[in-house]
């Protein structure tokens, strides 16, 4: 149906129509934007359901740690688990605790020293897999505006030509190309506004798991600072 037709129909113009219409290299863009898009909520959705997984698990593991249970018993329950987070965090550190005290370790800072790497080791690890995707959220958040600009940019071209062309001015001639044109755009800000949301929010969601990470990194790591010192006194 030409574009004449299409916007003098009844029905007026469907977004499929404006799409068919369209200039190749603006399908080629809007196809892209739309393929963003749902690999945008694609993400969105696994992180939501990732991080909750994430916080339950944390909670899980300090109640356990904080149950009494001594620490040799809890790290015979989990050294064959598949752990992340904190429970990974607290796996790595009496995993090096234990190699350091079988191999007649002798010096406190040195061992401190170790268990912290181990632990900071394991912190970036496990943030660095929180976090990940997380990027392509932000990256479609700010550049689909421009792409989907682009192929507006592209359209609108593309319709002065025809307009020159067929040298005819009427609403009816201008108005498709038009409304093609800014389809682009109109897809590009349906790609990017929920990439710009959902990546603020997960971000700073991924930011307080992490500290919480952290933070029960340090009070493992001073818990341990006292055990080593009774220990290790406690040989000479």
């Given at each position: 149906m030409p574009a004449?037709?299409?916007?003098?129909?009844?029905?007026?113009?469907?977004?499929?129509?404006?799409?068919?219409?369209a200039n190749w290299v603006v399908k080629l863009v809007m196809i892209g934007l739309l393929f963003a898009s749902v690999w945008c909520w694609a993400i969105i959705i696994d992180k939501a359901i990732a991080f909750a997984a994430a916080r339950r698990a944390g909670k899980r593991f300090e109640e356990e740690f904080w149950s009494g249970r001594?620490?040799?018993?809890?790290?015979?329950?989990?050294?064959?688990?598949?752990?992340?987070?904190?429970?990974?965090?607290?796996?790595?550190?009496?995993?090096?605790?234990?190699?350091?005290?079988?191999?007649?370790?002798?010096?406190?800072?040195?061992?401190?020293m170790r268990i912290e790497k181990a632990m900071d080791v394991v912190l970036v690890r496990e943030s660095g897999r929180l976090e990940s995707r997380l990027s392509f959220l932000a990256t479609i958040g700010s550049s689909a505006p421009f792409i989907g600009l682009f192929g507006t940019v592209i359209g609108i071209m593309s319709?002065?030509?025809?307009?020159?062309?067929?040298?005819?001015?009427?609403?009816?001639?201008?108005?498709?190309?038009?409304?093609?044109?800014?389809?682009?755009?109109?897809?590009?800000?349906?790609?990017?506004?929920?990439?710009?949301?959902?990546?603020?929010?997960?971000?700073?969601?991924?930011?307080?798991?992490?500290?919480?990470?952290?933070?029960?990194?340090?009070?493992?790591?001073?818990?341990?600072?006292?055990?080593?010192?009774?220990?290790?006194?406690?040989?000479?």
């Open positions: 004449v037709e299409i916007a003098s129909s009844g029905s007026g113009a469907t977004l499929f129509a404006l799409f068919m219409q001594s620490l040799e018993e809890l790290y015979r329950h989990l050294e064959e688990r598949r752990t992340s987070g904190a429970a990974a965090v607290f796996v790595a550190a009496m995993r090096e605790w234990k190699k350091s005290f079988e191999k007649g370790a002798r010096s406190p800072m040195g061992l401190q319709s002065f030509q025809s307009i020159a062309a067929s040298k005819n001015t009427s609403l009816a001639v201008v108005a498709p190309g038009i409304a093609e044109a800014l389809l682009a755009t109109a897809i590009g800000l349906f790609a990017a506004i929920p990439a710009v949301m959902a990546y603020n929010r997960l971000a700073a969601t991924a930011g307080k798991i992490s500290a919480e990470w952290g933070n029960f990194a340090e009070e493992f790591s001073s818990i341990l600072s006292r055990q080593i010192d009774e220990r290790l006194g406690a040989h000479k």
